[in-house]
């Protein structure tokens, strides 16, 4: 598991200053950089300079203006891929940069100006306040506690990789990491998918985020839309999937 940001090395000084743009990718909750380590090692391998971001997962707009920083920092023009909640990190981080090139959703929210994660979960019938755990963890410099949640571990196969073999599927359960529960009530700023191309990859198996809500969002944002039959965990389980997709907002995208 990842717990800071990482750089891919995808090999000559030549790849990396030709005109393919950058990619930054930006995991979900209750997961790490280390969901994106098939699609890195394709990407790679086609020569992307590929940035895996570690996303803090303590609020959206604290996780967004973070991810805002990585993005500053990326040489050149960057495609952004958000998974599940990355989505509306990405959404956020991404509005008014001039390095962002355009937006991949993978299984991810999409959300609109003033929405809220856990609005959106409940307009989409999704299994937050089913799977959901909650405790506490403490503030910095003893300001108190605030509530944080993981997926139930006995829950997470089902839910979040049901087409992932059983004990991979129990291993990332283990390895979670856990999300302030306040990232859910936080409301969006205005969306990036207004000013830039975006994609969506659906997964129609999705637990998580269901398939109905997916594509309500895709379409609202007018995203490019390719759907696969995956569950909430395709960046694992379809990783090709993923990785076609992102290369083809990159091919559209290219300076």
Known sequence: MTGCTAK???GSAADQSGDKPSVLLVHGAFADGSSWSKVVERLQGDGYQVTVAAVPLRGLAYDSAYIRGVLDGMPGKTIMVGHSYGGA????????????????YIAAFAP?????????DGRFGGPATVIGVPREYPLPDGAGVAPELTVATDKFPEYFAQDLPHEEATALAAGQRPIAAAAFAEPTGVPAWRTLPSWTLITRDDRMIPAAGQREMAGRAEATVVEQSASHAVTLSQPQAVTDLIETAAQAAKP
């Open 8 to 10: 891919a090395d995808t």
């Open 89 to 104: 990190v990405i959404t956020n981080a991404a509005t008014g940069s001039d390095k962002a090139a355009g937006l991949v």
């Open 112 to 120: 609109d100006e003033g929405e809220t994660l856990g609005g959106l």
